[in-house]
């Protein structure tokens, strides 16, 4: 939006003639914040607004954005920022439903969202003092339905060792692959398995 951009870049320049530091990312910051207290959101999105619309959001145009809508979201549904350029969208169960990318900046406006799955096939790092510890498992980081394995990587490793344990990695995710595909075989739809309390974890006994 020109005007938007043209009255940023004013309030960039007079910040900054007035030595305050880390304009930029401090006006960034402040567009994001805004952003979600105004509920404006991507109108770049995945998947399709359609999708987004059948979940109960509702889109308006900005006259003059080409980034951004005003949104009404789902019912009990709320907008927060988590990062200098991050938000998501939480449900009225507290589960995020969608993360949103929007650089607030009158030279490289943009904004992207998604709608997050339930579940998936991830990983989880932890560094430690020797090296590194990963964790490949199907789920979520409040719900490990299956954990495939643990992959330790030692600091001092040869660089043979090192591909050894990628490809351990590798097994380990197909493995939690095939238990998805089994137990859970829509997770990667977006819509899918937010309605079932509580999560069940299947074929472990």
Do not use: C, H
Not at 80 to 101: C, H, K, P, W
Not at 138 to 155: D, P, R, S, T
Not at 164 to 184: D, G, Q, V
């Amino acid at each position: 939006m020109r005007e938007r951009d043209e009255l940023d870049a004013f309030m960039m320049f007079l910040r900054a003639m007035s030595g305050e530091s880390n304009v930029i990312e401090k006006t960034e910051q402040e567009g994001n914040e805004r952003a979600a207290r105004n509920t404006q959101v991507a109108r770049e999105m995945n998947p399709s607004q359609e999708v987004w619309e059948k979940l109960g959001f509702k889109f308006t145009e900005i006259p003059g954005d080409d980034v951004l809508y005003s949104a009404d979201l789902p019912e009990g549904w709320t907008m927060r920022t988590t990062s200098l350029y991050g938000s998501e969208i939480v449900d009225q169960n507290g589960n995020v439903r969608a993360s949103m990318f929007y650089k607030a900046s009158f030279y490289d406006r943009t904004a992207y969202m998604s709608l997050t799955a339930r579940y998936g096939v991830r990983t989880d790092y932890r560094t430690v003092e020797e090296g590194e510890i990963s964790e490949i498992y199907f789920g979520n980081e409040n719900e490990k339905l299956f954990v495939a394995g643990v992959v330790i990587k030692n600091n001092d490793m040869t660089d043979e060792e090192r591909k050894a344990k990628r490809e351990e990695e590798r097994e380990l995710s197909i493995k939690a692959e095939t238990y998805a595909n089994e137990y859970y075989p829509d997770y990667q739809d977006v819509t899918a398995y937010w309605d079932d309390e509580p999560a069940k974890k299947k074929g472990l006994q």
